[in-house]
T-cell receptor, first 111, second 115 residues
Framework: GQQLNQSPQSMFIQEGEDVSMNCTSS?????WLWYKQDPGEGPVLLIA?????ELTSNGRLTAQFGITRKDSFLNISASIPSDVGIYFC???????????FGKGMKLTVNP | DAGVIQSPRHEVTEMGQEVTLRCKPI?????LFWYRQTMMRGLELLIY????????DSGMPEDRFSAKMPNASFSTLKIQPSEPRDSAVYFC?????????????FGQGTRLTVV
């Protein structure tokens, strides 16, 4: 089945630091999405990317859809304690309507 | 809209018992997805529906798992008989039809513990 490689699996950073994470795939996809999951909650959409090469920002978050359509990255600038959680990449396309998720990246922010 | 609503939030059951998880999607959404989350395997898609019809159930682990969507506002995921390895958080998600936009909205999940 479709597999996404998400890295790193976890990060421990100090408040105020920037953090970067990425996802890669062996297949081409039309849509890349980034979700965040807070403890005890369901994933919530952060950013959606629909065009190869697209660079999108949402506050302190910036994400890019790779030119090859096989990868994406998410950056968080000036981290704050409420950024803690699990960040997932997800893809859709390749003839399917379903969303496939990466394994997630657990972020810990030390105050 | 209140968002995707799942019940119960927590379920503890004994091995061998039947478990039924419930989901109410966002009104007007055409697609409904059931996911399972574990530490080992992350978020796995179990099955999804389009306009109440099951489209892809290739992620359903075994015949012990079944899902139904009798109408546009309700879906169930049933495990019979349950086993300890079924312990996980089960999420329901929904999204409207769109040619371009595919983001899904998740419920808060049901944490299932089978002892």
């Amino acid at each position: 089945g479709q597999q996404l490689n998400q890295s790193p699996q976890s990060m421990f950073i100090q408040e105020g630091e920037d953090v970067s994470m990425n996802c890669t795939s062996s297949s081409i996809f039309n849509t890349w999405l980034w979700y965040k999951q807070d403890p005890g909650e369901g994933p919530v959409l952060l950013i959606a990317l629909y065009k190869a090469g697209e660079l999108t920002s949402n506050g302190r978050l910036t994400a890019q859809f790779g030119i090859t359509r096989k990868d994406s990255f998410l950056n968080i600038s000036a981290s704050i304690p409420s950024d803690v959680g699990i960040y997932f990449c997800a893809v859709s396309g390749g003839g399917s309507e379903k969303l496939v998720f990466g394994k997630g990246m657990k972020l810990t922010v030390n105050p | 809209d209140a968002g995707v609503i799942q019940s119960p939030r927590h379920e503890v059951t004994e091995m061998g018992q039947e478990v039924t998880l419930r989901c109410k999607p966002i009104s007007g959404h055409d697609y409904l997805f059931w996911y399972r989350q574990t530490m080992m395997r992350g978020l796995e898609l179990l099955i999804y529906f389009n306009n109440n019809v099951p489209i892809d159930d290739s992620g359903m682990p075994e015949d012990r798992f079944s899902a139904k969507m009798p109408n546009a506002s309700f879906s169930t995921l049933k495990i019979q008989p349950s086993e300890p390895r079924d312990s996980a958080v089960y999420f329901c998600a929904s999204r409207p039809y769109s040619r371009f936009y595919t983001e899904a909205f998740f419920g808060q999940g049901t944490r299932l513990t089978v002892v």
